[in-house]
Structures are given as structure tokens and as C-alpha cells.
């Protein structure tokens, strides 16, 4: 079973940077598809980013330009670099693995960026 522990989270100041990382348990993380969602208060959780296997990155509009998610097979662990914060990126962030067809889900990090 894929364990996923979420770190990084804080309040930090529209404008500021924050970098959250993905730790995952278990075998073949450097097969699955890699993902960060957020789910701010009264909202639907939403894709903010994922990348494949081989490096590829995709990213939601809202966040374009402005985070960035990597990955390092050796530590099993995504990043998930967040770069010139607005209020409303203010959310709780989630980590998601993919691997044929059977998702696992951290239990979450909580970002505020304050005005």
C-alpha cells in the first residue's frame, strides 16, 4: 500500500514562495503519474499539477508561470515549487499517485497566503 506524507506548508505572504514535497512509500514511484490538488474551504479539490513518469508536466492555468513540480525518483519524492503566492492559492495542497488505474492520496499540507 502507497503511503504519501505532504510537508511544507505555512502562511506565507502574496508575493512569497513555497516549496511542498510529496514523500511516497512503496514500490515502482518511478512508474506512477505524480500529482499536486488543492481543495480550498466550500471549493472542489482541483488539479494545480501533475507529471508523468518520464517528466512531463502539466499545470492547471491559474498556476502557470508561477509553480513548478519536479520530481526525484532516487528519494521517491515530488516538489511542488510555488512561486509569487496569491490569496487565492490559499488551500489545503494534496498529493495523488497514479499507477494502473489505483489512486492513493496524502492526507494534505495547508497553504495560506495572506494579503
Known amino acids: 500500500q502507497v503511503q504519501l506524507v505532504e510537508s511544507g506548508g505555512g502562511l506565507v505572504q502574496a508575493g512569497g514562495s513555497l516549496r511542498l514535497s510529496c514523500a511516497a512509500s512503496?514500490?515502482?514511484?518511478?512508474?506512477?503519474?505524480m500529482g499536486w490538488y488543492r481543495q480550498a474551504p466550500g471549493k472542489q479539490r482541483e488539479l494545480v499539477a501533475d507529471?508523468?513518469?518520464?517528466?512531463?508536466?502539466n499545470y492547471a492555468d491559474s498556476v502557470k508561470g508561477r509553480f513548478t513540480i519536479s520530481r526525484d525518483n532516487a528519494k521517491n519524492t515530488v516538489y511542488l515549487q510555488m512561486n509569487s503566492l496569491k490569496p487565492e492559492d490559499t488551500a489545503t495542497y494534496y498529493c495523488k499517485s497514479t499507477l494502473g488505474g489505483l489512486d492513493s492520496w496524502g492526507k494534505g499540507t495547508l497553504v495560506t497566503v495572506s494579503s
Open positions: 507529471i508523468t513518469s518520464g517528466g512531463s508536466a
Open positions: 512503496g514500490i515502482l514511484f518511478s512508474r506512477k503519474l
